[in-house]
């Protein structure tokens, strides 16, 4: 009887434990597709769910590294703009607790941008709170 009940504490446990996980990642899906339709879309208003207000968006240039506030960046889209030619795609999303990474594919006709996303879940939300990215030329 003892025996019973452990084992349906414990495939309870598991269970609500990976409902949990999925829900988490579900949000975190949310969050990078508010970045990646709001970048396809040229809508900041959508973009910018997806970014905590102090992320920083880091990058290496010709002229070297670049370090700027993600917000502030894309702050000059105009939705009026046409939408983007690209194809998106998460590649990898890993939570632990309240952390998680994800790295996502830009894809353009000439080249990729790979994006690293850093998430972090503040105040019940999940937000980008730094990006790291590659331009890969195809």
Do not use: C
């Amino acid at each position: 009887m003892i025996r019973n009940l452990l084992l349906l504490f414990f495939s309870v446990s598991i269970f609500y434990t990976a409902n949990a996980q999925e829900s988490d990642y579900q949000l975190v899906e949310k969050t990078l597709n508010y970045y990646m339709d709001g970048g396809t879309n040229n809508d900041f208003n959508t973009l910018k769910k997806a970014f905590h207000e102090t992320a920083t968006m880091k990058y290496i240039t010709k002229e070297g590294y670049k370090e700027v506030n993600a917000l502030e960046f894309f702050s000059g889209m105009d939705a009026s703009k046409p939408k983007s030619n690209r194809k998106t795609r998460i590649a990898d999303i890993t939570i632990s607790g309240h952390a998680a990474n994800a790295r996502l594919e830009l894809e353009y006709k000439d080249f990729t941008f790979v994006d690293f996303m850093n998430l972090l879940k503040v105040d019940g939300e999940w937000k980008i709170v730094s990006k790291i990215f590659y331009k890969r030329m195809e």
